[in-house]
């Protein structure tokens, strides 16, 4: 089963109907201690990383997220909420963030229009997450923020600079894109972050 | 691909002639001045036209080149070059490269020794071309021998450049010859064109990169009137663009149905749209937009219905726009899974609802829809009425309130199948940095290429031609992959 963190600032209504098409029992919970007990988890996220890691702290479920990981758990953060899983960000200031991967969240200084929005090809080596995918493939994009060079990079893509698109480090999972916008190719990314757990 | 600033030098200042006269002469200044103005960095590759010299056939300006030298660029000189001593004067003031014109043209001998005598690198034979025939003598008269002859003989003497001047592209604003520098990748197979004339938007710079075959481009006109930056344009001929390029079915809807018409008139049904969603996200669909076409409150809350019936059926990025008054329509339709939506006449009379979209909902979130004329001007309700403002300006403010991309559409175009409004596109996409997305025309596989190259369009939007299957997505896609322009 999946347990779907029920974010008031994502869009809540693609990414569940993602994670139903790809054919799992799926669980829609802001609920600490269901968190904290989960074994499979999707952190969504749209728009601010300060709002939405505000929102993580207030409900507790910041504490649920790192406890369920020391616990086990499997975690998939997509698009914001894969910039939580990071130390920080540099929007608005500085923002600590979840801190389960190292690296800082930075605005793109390339000479392309920010925010990206659009498809965008993504480069990888062989890895469970891309199974079935060529590397090049393009997936979409909405954001303004990214990590460059994360320690724990398993794909990247340019945007007139170079930034980590996808990252792995354990059980911990973190897609830049939106992989319920991308067709077939991100419902693949969805499914293979559900097998592999 | 390199950037190559172009000065034209006479009397010891900058110049340009007008319809290369010498009489008609527009002063900028010394030439350091006009380096300095566009903030030319040191290690730039420089073109340099010594006029008196083209006329007069012997060089003039070796001062100047002298000077320039100095300063680290890597000077690439042209005018009037009509002899080894020539050659060797310029060489010996500084010049990395030398530009030969006629001579190349009409001396296969000369060009033969001065390839042999100072090498394929720095020696660049230039032709002007126009309509097809190689023009020589400062345009005023055609070659004696065909262009392909004339490349085909260059390209035996193993030059590593050559230089092709459009001369109907020079100095306007319709954008480089892409046509002409593509027919050249078998022309002078094997030898990198530096491509001039026309260059005068970002875009331009990266659809000449991706032809494959040009390794520079000489922009002169659009970088002294300040409508493209150095520093702009060598971003985006440095810049991967492998980026891709967007093809989006759109869905007009009415009463729970997919119609079309033609100039926003003749409705005629056109079946299903989760059905026809379904289908263009199976052949490719990158996005789709859906547009509401009724004018009434009944019709407003059906599209709703629309909107979310088409949502949950397809896992692409869907804009949905038409009869969006203000911020509630908006957020009724986000709600309802749009990712986007599409503002148009309640921006007209209210630009300050893009700021407050922007702000609520996020830049990616709004999408400017303008309908254009003719004559580039901004017509509102369903093309009835026009707005009275021009829409090159109304799509810069909207972009600096905080629209973040535009989806332009040219009326008079719509349904036609003619071909999109070119003109249209490279004046708004060459006037603002958020995406353009090209509507109102699409008939043939040329046209989406021309949308990307010339017209500057990041998404070319079609309706009916993809409603009635005169075209697939996917035959749209596989043509500009063969034309070497990115698509998923």
Same mark, same amino acid.
């Given at each position: 089963?999946?347990?779907?963190?029920?974010?008031?600032?994502?869009?809540?209504?693609?990414?569940?109907?993602?994670?139903?098409?790809?054919?799992?029992?799926?669980?829609?919970?802001?609920?600490?201690?269901?968190?904290?007990?989960?074994?499979?988890?999707?952190?969504?996220?749209?728009?601010?990383?300060?709002?939405?890691?505000?929102?993580?702290?207030?409900?507790?479920?910041?504490?649920?997220?790192?406890?369920?990981?020391?616990?086990?758990?499997?975690?998939?953060?997509?698009?914001?909420?894969?910039?939580?899983?990071?130390?920080?960000?540099?929007?608005?200031?500085?923002?600590?963030?979840?801190?389960?991967?190292?690296?800082?969240?930075?605005?793109?200084?390339?000479?392309?229009?920010?925010?990206?929005?659009?498809?965008?090809?993504?480069?990888?080596?062989?890895?469970?997450?891309?199974?079935?995918?060529?590397?090049?493939?393009?997936?979409?994009?909405?954001?303004?923020?990214?990590?460059?060079?994360?320690?724990?990079?398993?794909?990247?893509?340019?945007?007139?600079?170079?930034?980590?698109?996808?990252?792995?480090?354990?059980?911990?999972?973190?897609?830049?894109?939106?992989?319920?916008?991308?067709?077939?190719?991100?419902?693949?990314?969805?499914?293979?972050?559900?097998?592999?757990? | 691909?390199?950037?190559?600033?172009?000065?034209?030098?006479?009397?010891?200042?900058?110049?340009?002639?007008?319809?290369?006269?010498?009489?008609?002469?527009?002063?900028?200044?010394?030439?350091?001045?006009?380096?300095?103005?566009?903030?030319?960095?040191?290690?730039?590759?420089?073109?340099?036209?010594?006029?008196?010299?083209?006329?007069?056939?012997?060089?003039?300006?070796?001062?100047?080149?002298?000077?320039?030298?100095?300063?680290?660029?890597?000077?690439?000189?042209?005018?009037?070059?009509?002899?080894?001593?020539?050659?060797?004067?310029?060489?010996?003031?500084?010049?990395?490269?030398?530009?030969?014109?006629?001579?190349?043209?009409?001396?296969?001998?000369?060009?033969?020794?001065?390839?042999?005598?100072?090498?394929?690198?720095?020696?660049?034979?230039?032709?002007?071309?126009?309509?097809?025939?190689?023009?020589?003598?400062?345009?005023?008269?055609?070659?004696?021998?065909?262009?392909?002859?004339?490349?085909?003989?260059?390209?035996?003497?193993?030059?590593?450049?050559?230089?092709?001047?459009?001369?109907?592209?020079?100095?306007?604003?319709?954008?480089?010859?892409?046509?002409?520098?593509?027919?050249?990748?078998?022309?002078?197979?094997?030898?990198?064109?530096?491509?001039?004339?026309?260059?005068?938007?970002?875009?331009?710079?990266?659809?000449?990169?991706?032809?494959?075959?040009?390794?520079?481009?000489?922009?002169?006109?659009?970088?002294?009137?300040?409508?493209?930056?150095?520093?702009?344009?060598?971003?985006?001929?440095?810049?991967?663009?492998?980026?891709?390029?967007?093809?989006?079915?759109?869905?007009?809807?009415?009463?729970?149905?997919?119609?079309?018409?033609?100039?926003?008139?003749?409705?005629?049904?056109?079946?299903?749209?989760?059905?026809?969603?379904?289908?263009?996200?199976?052949?490719?669909?990158?996005?789709?937009?859906?547009?509401?076409?009724?004018?009434?409150?009944?019709?407003?809350?059906?599209?709703?219905?629309?909107?979310?019936?088409?949502?949950?059926?397809?896992?692409?990025?869907?804009?949905?726009?038409?009869?969006?008054?203000?911020?509630?329509?908006?957020?009724?339709?986000?709600?309802? &899974? +749009?990712? !986007?939506?599409?503002?148009?006449?309640? /921006? @007209?009379?209210?630009? =300050?609802?893009? %700021?407050?979209? *922007?702000?609520?909902?996020?830049?990616?979130?709004?999408?400017?829809?303008?309908?254009?004329?003719?004559?580039?001007?901004?017509?509102?309700?369903?093309?009835?009425?026009?707005?009275?403002?021009?829409?090159?300006?109304?799509?810069?403010?909207?972009?600096?309130?905080?629209?973040?991309?535009?989806?332009?559409?040219?009326?008079?175009?719509?349904?036609?199948?003619?071909?999109?409004?070119?003109?249209?596109?490279?004046?708004?996409?060459?006037?603002?940095?958020?995406?353009?997305?090209?509507?109102? &025309? +699409?008939? !043939?596989?040329?046209?989406?290429?021309? /949308? @990307?190259?010339?017209? =500057?369009?990041? %998404?070319?939007? *079609?309706?009916?031609?993809?409603?009635?299957?005169?075209?697939?997505?996917?035959?749209?896609?596989?043509?500009?992959?063969?034309?070497?322009?990115?698509?998923?």
């Amino acid at each position: 089963m999946i347990t779907l963190i029920d974010s008031p600032v994502a869009n809540m209504a693609s990414i569940t109907r993602a994670l139903r098409h790809v054919g799992t029992e799926l669980e829609v919970t802001r609920d600490p201690g269901a968190i904290a007990a989960a074994r499979t988890i999707v952190l969504p996220g749209v728009g601010s990383f300060a709002a939405a890691m505000a929102w993580l702290t207030s409900t507790s479920i910041d504490r649920a997220l790192r406890d369920a990981v020391a616990a086990g758990a499997s975690l998939l953060g997509i698009c914001v909420g894969h910039q939580l899983l990071f130390d920080g960000s540099q929007e608005m200031g500085t923002t600590p963030g979840l801190g389960l991967l190292r690296g800082e969240v930075r605005p793109f200084d390339g000479p392309l229009p920010v925010p990206q929005i659009g498809w965008n090809r993504v480069a990888f080596a062989p890895t469970p997450l891309f199974d079935g995918i060529a590397s090049g493939t393009p997936f979409y994009f909405v954001h303004s923020y990214a990590v460059a060079n994360a320690a724990d990079e398993i794909a990247r893509a340019d945007y007139g600079v170079p930034f980590t698109a996808a990252v792995r480090r354990g059980r911990v999972f973190g897609v830049q894109f939106h992989p319920e916008k991308s067709s077939e190719a991100g419902l693949r990314v969805l499914r293979n972050f559900v097998q592999w757990t | 691909m390199d950037v190559i600033p172009s000065i034209d030098v006479l009397q010891g200042s900058a110049v340009r002639l007008m319809r290369g006269e010498f009489t008609l002469v527009t002063k900028y200044g010394t030439p350091e001045e006009v380096l300095d103005s566009l903030e030319v960095a040191r290690g730039t590759r420089l073109h340099v036209v010594d006029l008196e010299a083209s006329r007069s056939g012997r060089p003039v300006e070796t001062e100047i080149v002298r000077r320039l030298a100095r300063r680290d660029l890597r000077l690439q000189v042209g005018g009037g070059i009509r002899s080894l001593h020539d050659a060797r004067t310029w060489l010996d003031c500084g010049a990395e490269r030398l530009v030969i014109g006629t001579a190349a043209a009409e001396s296969p001998d000369l060009l033969r020794q001065l390839l042999e005598t100072f090498g394929p690198e720095r020696i660049i034979p230039a032709i002007d071309v126009r309509d097809g025939a190689v023009r020589v003598a400062g345009w005023q008269r055609e070659a004696a021998q065909p262009m392909p002859e004339i490349l085909a003989r260059m390209r035996e003497l193993g030059p590593r450049e050559i230089l092709v001047t459009d001369i109907n592209h020079d100095g306007v604003l319709r954008g480089p010859s892409f046509a002409l520098y593509r027919t050249l990748r078998h022309w002078a197979a094997g030898c990198r064109i530096i491509a001039s004339g026309g260059v005068s938007t970002a875009g331009d710079i990266v659809s000449l990169a991706r032809l494959g075959n040009v390794s520079g481009c000489v922009i002169g006109k659009a970088l002294l009137d300040g409508r493209l930056s150095l520093a702009e344009a060598n971003a985006r001929a440095s810049t991967p663009n492998a980026i891709p390029e967007r093809v989006i079915p759109c869905l007009d809807v009415r009463a729970g149905r997919v119609v079309k018409g033609v100039k926003f008139a003749n409705i005629r049904d056109a079946g299903d749209p989760v059905e026809a969603a379904t289908r263009y996200e199976a052949e490719g669909a990158d996005e789709l937009v859906v547009l509401d076409i009724s004018a009434t409150e009944e019709g407003r809350r059906t599209a709703v219905e629309t909107v979310r019936r088409v949502a949950e059926s397809i896992y692409i990025p869907l804009t949905v726009g038409g009869g969006v008054r203000g911020i509630d329509d908006f957020r009724a339709l986000l709600r309802a &899974g +749009a990712d !986007r939506v599409a503002i148009n006449s309640a /921006a @007209v009379a209210d630009p =300050g609802l893009i %700021a407050a979209c *922007a702000r609520e909902f996020g830049v990616q979130a709004v999408v400017l829809s303008c309908d254009a004329s003719r004559d580039g001007e901004v017509v509102v309700r369903s093309g009835r009425q026009a707005a009275g403002i021009d829409a090159v300006a109304w799509c810069k403010q909207a972009e600096d309130l905080g629209a973040g991309e535009i989806l332009l559409t040219a009326l008079d175009r719509d349904g036609t199948q003619q071909g999109f409004d070119l003109g249209l596109l490279r004046a708004v996409s060459g006037a603002v940095r958020i995406g353009v997305i090209a509507s109102g &025309g +699409a008939g !043939r596989l040329e046209d989406f290429r021309d /949308a @990307v190259e010339t017209g =500057g369009a990041r %998404a070319m939007l *079609a309706a009916s031609l993809f409603h009635d299957r005169r075209l697939s997505i996917g035959a749209v896609k596989e043509f500009l992959t063969a034309e070497g322009i990115p698509v998923r």
